[in-house]
């Protein structure tokens, strides 16, 4: 529920992104902006309140979180100019970052065989939200217009602010890093390979995601379909497939298989492009298509999530929060470009926009795997030679003779050490 009410904070407005500009004065080649600002609040608290989730207790920063969505929220539904909206817009995306924190939260209370399914289950919240957001919010506006939805949405941010003080167990982190080397130990995760090449495939995703999402109900608006608002939000019932895509593919993972599954995920979200590009003559092409997208990518992004969460035990807030940064910066590209493509070529730009970036996620998979299998070949398997004579301690004889009788050695304890690339 938390992630759900969450996420559609910065989703909510895709149904209705031309009432918005009509009633606020908004151009139709910027009406993107609407979602993009959002996800670019998103960046912001990505960086700047996601690591606080290794140091303090998650418990409230969920519920203070939500809280401040819900102001962003009121402040949409009352605004009185488009500056007002997206000044709302952009604060509800800063703090809708509770996302993140309740992720990590679920990985860090999860034992290690069940946090692939857990994540899958919380990840399964965040779908639906997304997608059932503009079901509601399309029902909505046709019945109270547009500002209903915001208002909506702050009243269900506050309330859930409250349970959440009243019904989730505390969780609070050893005090034992400061806030400004979390900062610093965020920015040196960009330079680890197996980070890099999810955050990658992340970012191409979500910009074909958002793509989609954030220019289909422009010409589902227009001839030959005008579709009203709640036709149009009702698309996201086909996307609520990708909730089921989310909570298998974490048990996917937890069964070894979260490579593999990214890639034939990967496939299949290129081959939906085919379907989607047959908007403008046929509708169940799209409704395929839709279908095959959301599965695609919420089986990716649990897979990446689990890889992360399993290579950083430790430090899963820091990891899941410099993650989602390549997702909010893919999401705030495919919004703000499909929009200005759909104005000056119709569905034909968005859908080879999608089709390419879905390709180069493919790709950027393809090459981190290749990466992966070449460096596991290289790797040395004989044992390292002896210690010399004086310097074998009875710890230097246990190390060398092999791991210990119990559990083995840190390295093979460690879940980091084998994190599926």
């Not at 399914?117 to 509601?136: D, M, Y």
């Not at 046709?142 to 969780?171: C, E, K, N, Y």
């Not at 999810?198 to 608006?221: E, H, K, N, Q, V």
Request: aromatic residues 8%; contains cysteine.
């Amino acid at each position: 529920m938390v992630c759900g009410v969450a996420v559609a904070s910065v989703y909510a407005g895709q149904p209705v992104l031309g009432p918005m500009g009509r009633d606020l004065g908004v151009p139709v080649d910027s009406l993107g902006w609407f979602v993009a600002t959002g996800q670019l609040g998103y960046l912001a608290g990505l960086v700047l309140l996601v690591p606080l989730g290794d140091v303090l207790d998650r418990r409230r920063l969920i519920a203070a979180h939500l809280a401040l969505v819900a102001a962003g929220m009121a402040i949409t539904a009352a605004a009185p100019a488009a500056w007002a909206a997206f000044s709302g817009l952009a604060a509800a995306g800063v703090f809708a970052v509770v996302v993140q924190t309740a992720v990590a939260y679920t990985a860090s209370i999860s034992p290690s065989a069940e946090r692939g399914r857990n994540l899958g289950i919380v990840t399964s919240g965040v779908v639906i939200g997304i997608l059932g957001a503009r079901v509601i919010a399309g029902v909505l506006a046709d019945l109270w217009g547009w500002r209903s939805i915001f208002l909506t949405l702050a009243i269900l941010a506050a309330v859930l602010a409250l349970l959440a003080l009243t019904l989730l167990p505390a969780d609070g982190r050893p005090n034992t890093a400061r806030y400004g080397r979390l900062l610093r130990s965020f920015g040196g995760l960009f330079a680890q390979p197996v980070f890099l090449s999810r955050g990658l495939i992340a970012f191409f995703l979500f910009a074909s995601f958002g793509t989609l999402w954030s220019g289909m109900a422009l010409p589902l608006a227009g001839a030959p379909w005008h579709l009203s608002e709640a036709q149009i939000g009702l698309f996201g019932v086909a996307g609520l497939a990708g909730a089921l895509g989310a909570a298998r593919s974490g048990r996917w993972g937890d069964a070894g298989h979260a490579r593999r599954v990214t890639g034939i995920a990967l496939a299949l979200l290129l081959a939906s492009w085919a379907a989607i590009g047959q908007l403008p003559w046929s509708l169940p092409p799209l409704i395929l298509g839709v279908i095959l997208l959301d599965f695609a990518v919420q089986a990716v992004h649990v897979s990446n999530q689990h890889t992360l969460t399993t290579a950083y035990p430790g430090r899963a807030s820091t990891a899941i929060g410099a993650y989602m940064v390549f997702y909010s910066l893919g999401s705030a590209l495919g919004a703000a470009a499909t929009t200005a493509l759909f104005d000056a070529t119709g569905w034909i730009g968005p859908t080879v926009l999608g089709a390419t970036l879905a390709l180069c996620a493919l790709a950027t998979w393809a090459f981190s795997a290749q990466t992966a299998s070449r460096a596991a070949r290289l790797t040395p398997t004989r044992p390292p030679p002896p210690a010399p004579a004086h310097a074998r301690t009875p710890s230097s004889l246990t190390n060398h003779l092999g791991p210990e009788p119990r559990g083995g050695t840190a390295e093979t304890r460690d879940p980091a050490s084998h994190a599926d690339p």
